[in-house]
């Protein structure tokens, strides 16, 4: 049913699109997205693909003539990340609204400027209100399995909305791991045929897509694609399971590690959780109860349920990689919707945002652990010290 | 066997673009397309980027098109309908619908297509997808409010160019997008207006039956933005044609052909004085400004016969 190959995060998203077989891909190379549109490429000139590749001349055109062919009634796939993103940007709001189940791989590298070609998570954290499904993926075998996944959710009648499936540049999209490629038959099998609804391509039906919406409906529609948020959260779930029973891994919400008993745990997404995972290993070691979650869905965000595996804590620290600038404290995203998620359920955990990494900042174990010793302290006081700590950035 | 290009024959078949539709009286645009539509016997499928066409025929929940439409945004309809283009031949290719000639036609206003949909545009024609894009060019951003475009004449009063005290209406000539496409070689590029309603749709059939991408700029008069009578479209397009303001030529796999030539070529005073838009450019001290312009048509002709062979 599979094999284990040793693959870049770039190579493994390449290879999930190549087993799902899309039929139109759009995309257009940057770092450190670069490789996947290369393997898929490839895949092109060998055949191996049934694929329409559109090689377009920029971003703003890769999600234009994803959307376009999305509507003609094709399943889409692109890739992306950062500047790439950041001009698609108009379109990627288009994709949502019109209800385009899209997918596109998001290797996350920091927004301009300066200009620079490293991980960290500005670009996502833009998107966050675009109306996209949002995955994060810890490492190269959680992003193709989010890939196939994504696949599903997207194209789900109760949702029909773009999934994006992040996973953190160069260290993941360049790392060369063992991963756990399943048989082409088992993912063509899992993913299945899409069938759109309205296909503008079904000439004998004749469609407006696209129309102009004023105040007399518009409204409802938005409200449309808030209920299919709310499906999605369900359909991520049921697709998880089914996904779980036919390849045999678990997938969630999130992800939580050592979490059930611990006193203080962090809360971080993508690859900076697996090096977490290793400090709490270590940490338990010594006898400190302290545990990780991981979020893997950000967009519908979890909060009931994030509250629920979190409201036993005794201190809580988030760790974001990217900052909301003129936001309350100038934290990150990912702090601040937790924080009213806690205060929304009545939840008064102390908890402390970790801004890290922006620009591809290496973020070593001793630091996470520091973030745990802070958090150990907090616990005991009852107090937070500092709100916002920017950790291991020159002042 | 194709449709004969005979009012007879032609207003037999149903319009693809209905009445009803809330464009101005008088618009160029939708005398172009209904016009354009009306050429093509096959199924057709279009993008149309933001701008008056778009806004006027599609108000939800009501839509004036009788055929698939899809608008996506302002600057992308010829990205939009390559990805369907795609969809359709990734589609056909594995049999997953059938096969139907279906031709596929963006639509976009000359501020979509001379100004912000420029890349867009360049980059669809170099992939080769078997489209037509069509710029119904009214010379400037009317669904906003008449705003300056490149293609907006030398001292056309516009509201981003108004005609004032100081500066008397836009001061830059305009862009020769249609030259600018056919430097990009491919198979089928063409200049048209709908008084000469056969040829725009002669061009029509040979564009979309090229084999490949093809691009044609229309002349489409607003009465709003140039200041005419709205039952005077049709006459003033053909006074632009008729001056050599506009002139109607096609390039075909690398030939180029004048597809009409006026009897006898009137100065282009005789087009801009018809027009609202130019009235101060009768005013003594900027007379200058309408020789600019003649001149500039007249290079441009003299270049325009070159290149055809004409002289
Ligand atoms: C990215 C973006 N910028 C600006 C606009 C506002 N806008 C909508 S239509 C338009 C002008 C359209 O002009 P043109 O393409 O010439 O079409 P026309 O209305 O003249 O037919 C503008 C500026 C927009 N919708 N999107
Ligand atoms: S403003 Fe001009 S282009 Fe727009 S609908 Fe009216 S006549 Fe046509
Ligand atoms: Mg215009």
Redesign the pocket.
């Known amino acids: 049913m599979s094999r284990f190959e040793a693959l870049t995060g770039d190579n493994a998203v390449a290879m999930a699109m190549r087993q799902v077989n899309p039929d139109v891909v759009a995309a257009y190379p940057i770092t450190p997205q670069t490789e996947t549109v290369e393997f898929f490429a490839e895949y092109v000139a060998d055949g191996l693909v049934n694929t329409e590749f559109i090689c377009v001349e920029s971003e703003h055109s890769a999600m234009s003539a994803c959307v376009g062919a999305s509507a003609a009634g094709a399943r889409v796939m692109t890739a992306t990340s950062s500047q790439g993103l950041a001009l698609m940007w108009?379109i990627v709001y288009i994709a949502a609204s019109n209800r385009c189940p899209i997918v596109m791989s998001l290797v996350n590298r920091a927004l301009s400027a300066p200009i620079n070609i490293h991980c960290d998570h500005s670009d996502i954290m833009g998107m966050r209100d675009s109306g996209w499904i949002v995955l994060f993926s810890e490492n190269a075998q959680e992003a193709y399995d989010n890939i196939i996944q994504a696949v599903r959710i997207g194209e789900h009648p109760d949702v029909l909305l773009p999934v994006v499936v992040c996973q953190d540049g160069f260290v993941t999209s360049h790392g060369m791991e063992r991963v756990e490629v399943f048989d082409d038959e088992a993912v063509k099998e899992f993913v299945g045929t899409y069938k759109p609804r309205y296909p503008l391509l079904d000439i004998e039906h004749p469609k407006t897509l696209g129309a102009l919406d004023f105040y007399d409906y518009y409204y409802e529609h938005k409200r449309q694609q808030v209920q299919a948020m709310e499906n999605a959260t369900g359909v991520i779930l049921a697709v998880a399971e089914e996904f779980n029973r036919k390849f045999n891994r678990n997938y969630g919400l999130f992800e939580t590690y050592c979490l059930d008993d611990a006193e203080v745990a962090i809360v971080v997404a993508n690859s900076t959780a697996g090096t977490a995972k290793v400090v709490v290993d270590r940490l338990r070691g010594e006898g400190l109860k302290v545990g990780l979650l991981k979020p893997r869905v950000f967009r519908p965000f979890p909060a009931r349920e994030l509250v629920e595996a979190l409201k036993h804590l005794k201190a809580i620290a988030v760790m974001d990689r990217s900052i909301s600038f003129g936001a309350m404290n100038n934290a990150g995203p990912l702090f601040l919707e937790l924080v009213a998620a806690l205060a929304l359920h009545g939840v008064r955990v102390p908890i402390a945002d970790y801004v890290f990494g922006l620009g591809g900042r290496d973020i070593l174990p001793r630091e996470i652990e520091s973030v745990y010793r802070d958090l150990l302290r907090v616990a005991e006081s009852g107090r937070v010290e500092r709100l916002v700590t920017y950790l291991s950035v020159r002042e | 066997m194709a449709t004969k290009l005979i009012p007879k024959e032609l207003a037999k078949r149903p319009d693809r673009l209905s009445p009803g539709h809330r464009l101005c009286a008088g618009c160029g645009?939708s005398i172009v397309v209904r016009q354009m539509l009306a050429a093509i016997d096959a199924p057709v499928v279009i993008a149309n980027?933001?701008?008056?066409?778009e806004v006027a025929t599609t108000i939800y929940p009501y839509t004036a098109w009788r055929v698939p439409w899809m608008h996506n945004?302002?600057?992308n309809a010829a990205s939009t309908i390559t990805g369907i283009e795609a969809a359709y031949r990734s589609l056909v290719r594995q049999g997953k619908i059938p096969e139907q000639n279906v031709k596929f036609i963006a639509f976009?206003?000359?501020?979509?297509t001379y100004d912000?949909g420029l890349q867009a545009l360049s980059g669809a024609v170099e992939r080769g997808h078997q489209f037509l894009y069509v710029c119904?060019n009214?010379e400037?951003?009317?669904?906003?409010g008449i705003q300056r475009?490149s293609a907006t004449p030398l001292g056309a009063h516009t509201t981003t160019s108004p005609a004032g005290e100081v500066i008397p209406g836009k001061q830059q000539k305009r862009k020769d997008l249609t030259m600018i496409m056919a430097a990009h070689d491919i198979p089928y590029v063409a200049q048209a207006a709908p008084s000469q309603w056969r040829d725009l749709m002669q061009k029509t059939r040979k564009a979309v039956d090229c084999g490949g991408a093809a691009f044609m700029n229309v002349l489409a008069s607003?009465n709003r933005g140039w200041r005419h009578a709205t039952d005077e479209t049709v006459e003033l397009t053909q006074l632009a044609v008729d001056t050599c303001y506009w002139p109607l030529y096609e390039v075909e796999n690398g030939q180029w052909r004048l597809t009409y030539k006026p009897k006898e070529k009137l100065p282009v005073e005789e087009w801009l004085k018809r027009q609202g838009r130019f009235r101060h450019l009768f005013r003594p001290e900027n007379r200058h400004l309408i020789d600019e312009l003649q001149a500039e048509v007249d290079r441009r002709w003299e270049r325009l016969l070159r290149l055809c062979g004409e002289t």
């Not at chain 2, 980027?49 to 066409?53: F, P, R, S, V």
């Not at chain 2, 400037?140 to 906003?144: D, H």
């Open positions: 108009e | 645009a980027a933001t701008g008056c066409l945004a302002f600057e976009g206003g000359d501020g979509g912000i119904y009214n400037a951003y009317m669904n906003t475009s607003c």
